[in-house]
């Protein structure tokens, strides 16, 4: 019973020592990521079937067919959120993508500066020339995007860039008009790296 | 920007991003719908202008003293293959049977823009409706005087009649009714 009392206290010394030497420092490495993130999406808040729709008629005789609070729309938001590589800007471009503009009228695509949100937003050039939206061509509406966010409310105040939709008769082609009802295009937003 | 600043951000960015990155999304698509009905309307305008109503057309009264000065203006959006015309008819009178009403049609004055219609040639004003400007497409002609087409009267005898029967005061204080109406001439 005594050596084994021994053996013991001779195992403990020997682990003691072992367990001193496992306290030295060691260092570790971890591998942080943040991945590349762009997202969006367009919240259409009062409109039926999320569906823009635009009118245009004559509204005094001897007047031309003009712009009215139904040939114009501002009730859609673009959000999005961007987080991007070092010196790495994006931008959001638009083009019709399915459909076409009838004959004798230009439809145009303005937005308002977003003030929600925070970062590094962008910036549109569209408030004061707004783009001519043509089938297949591709034109740029917000540029400069950083990482940022535009906040995601969906009702009053809301955020993200305000889109304004001018449906009107093209001045040197007013004569092509014809009536017709329910002429769908399809505009398609994507964000991209500059 | 200060920690209070870099705290909203994050949260603001980790909230926004949960809602709008459930599926990335580089690319959205929006419906736009656009849409001309088939209109036309017309007024008239001018200094001696005595009365106009608009509904069913545009009526005027006229008098012995309605010669010129009057202008019709008219817009107009029409179907594929399809045309407006304007047409006159009295729609009140007291003429005496001898005297007739001569309408001139002019020209276009070109203040507009599109496919104006066509005046035809002078006409003697009936209680059923005549043509007087044809093959109207979309256009506008402009609003007010030396807008539009111009329309003359003229007070005529008719023939056969004696001129000696009827004086000119016999004339004063008669006044008709025109009516213009625009329609489709599909």
């Known amino acids: ?194 | 920007m200060s920690f209070q600043s870099r705290c909203v951000f994050i949260l603001g960015f980790f909230l926004t991003n949960s809602i709008l990155a459930q599926k990335e999304v580089e690319s959205v698509k929006l419906p736009v719908q656009m849409s001309i009905p088939s209109a036309a309307s017309l007024s008239l305008t001018g200094s001696d202008l005595q009365f106009s109503i608009t509904g069913k057309g545009t009526e005027q009264i006229i008098s012995t003293s309605t010669v010129r000065s009057v202008w019709i203006n008219y817009s107009s959006v029409v179907d594929v293959n399809s045309t407006n015309a304007i047409s006159v008819n009295l729609s009140t009178w007291n003429l005496p049977a001898e005297v007739a009403i001569t309408l001139k049609v002019g020209p276009d004055a070109g203040a507009g823009f599109g496919q104006t219609g066509t005046p035809t040639n002078s006409i003697v004003l009936s209680t059923y409706p005549q043509v007087i400007i044809s093959n109207i497409g979309t256009c506008f002609t402009g609003q007010g005087i030396k807008k539009g087409h111009e329309l003359s009267y003229t007070w005529v005898l008719r023939p056969g009649f004696d001129s000696e029967i009827l004086t000119e005061g016999d004339l004063v204080g008669l006044r008709v009714a025109v009516t213009y109406t625009i329609s489709s001439s599909k």
């Not at chain 1, 072992?18 to 260092?27: C, P, R, Y």
Request: with cysteine; net charge positive.
């Open chain 1, 1 to 194: 019973m005594k050596s084994l009392k021994i053996c013991f206290l001779l195992w403990y010394v020997l682990f003691s020592f072992g367990k001193a030497e496992a306290l030295v420092t060691k260092t570790y490495t971890f591998n942080i990521k943040i991945n590349d993130i762009k997202t969006m999406r367009i919240i259409t808040p009062g409109l039926a079937n999320g569906q823009i729709n635009l009118l245009l008629f004559p509204v005094q005789a001897g007047a031309n067919v003009t712009t009215s609070p139904n040939s114009t729309d501002n009730h859609s938001w673009l959000q999005f959120t961007s987080i991007a590589p070092n010196n790495t800007f994006r931008k959001i471009q638009v083009s019709i993508t399915n459909g076409s503009i009838p004959r004798g009228t230009i439809l145009t695509l303005s937005a308002i500066q977003c003030t929600t949100g925070a970062g590094v937003r962008g910036t549109t050039a569209t408030s004061a020339d707004p783009i001519l939206l043509k089938r297949n061509e591709t034109k740029p509406l917000v540029t400069g995007i950083g990482s940022c966010y535009t906040g995601i409310s969906a009702t009053t105040p809301y955020s993200g860039y305000n889109l304004i939709y001018s449906f009107m008769p093209d001045p040197n082609n007013l004569g092509l008009i014809t009536s017709f009802t329910n002429n769908i295009v399809t505009v398609t937003f994507t964000i991209i790296n500059e």
